[in-house]
Each structure stands twice: as structure tokens, then as C-alpha cells.
């Protein structure tokens, strides 16, 4: 799991950087996409995290369990403690920065209106999501009550 989160947070690093680049080259999609791609991995940098603070949490569990077994007392060791702080520090600074070129991003004409259309577009395709979502259920209710 280590891996996973620091790798997130090195992913989103890596996506800042490259929004960076494209932005300074005034290339719109790959801007949005870049930025777009940074707050994903800040996305599993969170679930990470929690993931993490739940087996934490349930350690009394784990750990009664493996002191029942006396092969597997010595695998692994407890606890595990977040240091919330730095948890906080290391995703807040890539999220500084983000916002930051965000903002500056925003403050130019043809690069606000392509993130205002990319935002649309997602925003029409989720909504056909659930519109296709809400068709199959009432499909699946009909065929249900008639048969």
C-alpha cells in the first residue's frame, strides 16, 4: 500500500508538471487533461489514505486475530498511526500549486472557455449515465411486474 499512496502523490507531482508545460506552450486540452489527470491521482492518494486509517482503526481486531495464530504473530506488527499533518502537508502543496495554475489559467480567455466546455461535456455525459441508468431500471421494473 506504501507504494500505491506515495505513488499517487508522485503521479500527481508528475501531471502538475506537465500541465505546467502545455500550459506555457497555450495547449488548451492538454492542459485540462493534464490537470485533470493530477486531481485523479490526488483522488487515490485520498482512498489510499482511508483505506490505510480503516485498517488502522480496526487493528484490535487484526491484531487478536493474529496472536490466536502463532505462525503468523511474527508477519505483522502494530499499529499503524497516520500522521494526519503530513498527510495533509504533502497533498496540500500539490494542491496549492494546482489551484494556483488553475487560476492563472482561468485568467485567460480561450483557456477558461475550454475548461468551461470540458466541464459541460462531462457534465451532459454523466447525465446520460443516469438518464440510460434510470431506462434500465424502469425496463427491468416493467419486464419485472409483468412477468
Do not use: C
Not at 37 to 60: F, H, K, M, P, T
Not at 78 to 91: A, G, I, Y
Not at 93 to 121: H, N
Amino acid at each position: 500500500m506504501p507504494g500505491r499512496w506515495s505513488g499517487s502523490l508522485a503521479t500527481a507531482e508528475r501531471w502538475y508538471q506537465r500541465a505546467v508545460v502545455t500550459h506555457q506552450d497555450g495547449a488548451f486540452s492538454p492542459f485540462w487533461s493534464a490537470i485533470e489527470s493530477a486531481y485523479a491521482s490526488l483522488g487515490l492518494y485520498n482512498q489510499s489514505i482511508l483505506a490505510l486509517s480503516n485498517v488502522a482503526q480496526q487493528r484490535s481486531v487484526v491484531e487478536e486475530l493474529i496472536s490466536l495464530d502463532a505462525l503468523t504473530a511474527d508477519v505483522a506488527h502494530f499499529p499503524v498511526e497516520l500522521d494526519t499533518v503530513v498527510v495533509e502537508q504533502r497533498q496540500g502543496d500539490i494542491v496549492a500549486k494546482l489551484d494556483a495554475l488553475v487560476y492563472e489559467a482561468q485568467r485567460q480567455p480561450t483557456f477558461a472557455t475550454i475548461g468551461e466546455q470540458r466541464q459541460t461535456t462531462s457534465a451532459v455525459v454523466a447525465g446520460f449515465r443516469n438518464l440510460e441508468a434510470a431506462v434500465d431500471r424502469m425496463r427491468w421494473s416493467l419486464a419485472a411486474s409483468l412477468g
